[in-house]
T-cell receptor, first 116, second 114 residues
């Protein structure tokens, strides 16, 4: 089955700096890669996602890049703010056809701390 | 849109009792729902995939007789933890998949078994 590795496990930055979190996946057939933000005791919230037919996607301060050949994808957060502090998870799935995105395999998570 | 609720949000029970957790998609129909378990400071581990009107598909290592899943309608899936023991204490999160869209997560249920 799919295996997703996420690094680093913790990341500490100063407010205004950029943060980068990286994930690698094992199954070359995976074609959908979402990123989630989870605050303590709360539900994971989708912040951005990318499909395998796209190399990069950006939404304001957040961007995701995908390298299918190397089987890795990264989350980039620019101009970080204290409210960006949370746990971030990457995930991968195979959308085999039809409408289902398939089951997600999650990375181990990254605890991001943004210091004011 | 795409709101998923879970009930209860917290439950404390005695060892040996059964606990039912409900997951509802409030504003969309979900043919597929997923159940995850999350230990403190760890990632989400998929327990099972629940399809409306059919039997759930359990991940390897998850006891189907321990964690009963029922997906009786397009908006409701339930997870019953049978004969709960302290090691079943965890944060249980469901998600619902909207057709042609990704999964949306419920707020989670904190289960504590004494």
């Amino acid at each position: 089955g799919e295996n997703v590795e996420q690094h680093p496990s913790t990341l500490s930055v100063q407010e205004g700096d950029s943060a980068v979190i990286k994930c690698t996946y094992s199954d070359s057939a995976s074609n959908y890669f979402p990123w989630y933000k989870q605050e303590l005791g709360k539900r994971p919230q989708l912040i951005i996602d990318i499909r395998s037919n796209v190399g990069e996607k950006k939404d304001q301060r957040i961007a995701v890049t995908l390298n299918k050949t190397a089987k890795h994808f990264s989350l980039h957060i620019t101009e970080t703010q204290p409210e960006d502090s949370a746990v971030y998870f990457c995930a991968a799935s195979l959308q085999a056809g039809g409408t289902s995105y398939g089951k997600l395999t999650f990375g181990q998570g990254t605890i991001l701390t943004v210091h004011p | 849109g795409a709101v998923v609720s879970q009930h209860p949000s917290r439950v404390i029970c005695k060892s040996g009792t059964s606990v039912k957790i409900e997951c509802r998609s409030l504003d969309f129909q979900a043919t597929t729902m997923f159940w995850y378990r999350q230990f403190p400071k760890q990632s989400l581990m998929l327990m099972a995939t629940s399809n409306e009107g059919s039997k759930a598909t359990y991940e390897q290592g998850v006891e189907k007789d321990k964690f009963l899943i029922n997906h009786a309608s397009l908006t409701l899936s339930t997870l019953t933890v049978t004969s709960a023991h302290p090691e079943d204490s965890s944060f249980y999160i469901c998600s619902a998949e909207r057709a042609g869209d990704t999964q949306y997560f419920g707020p989670g249920t904190r289960l504590t078994v004494l």
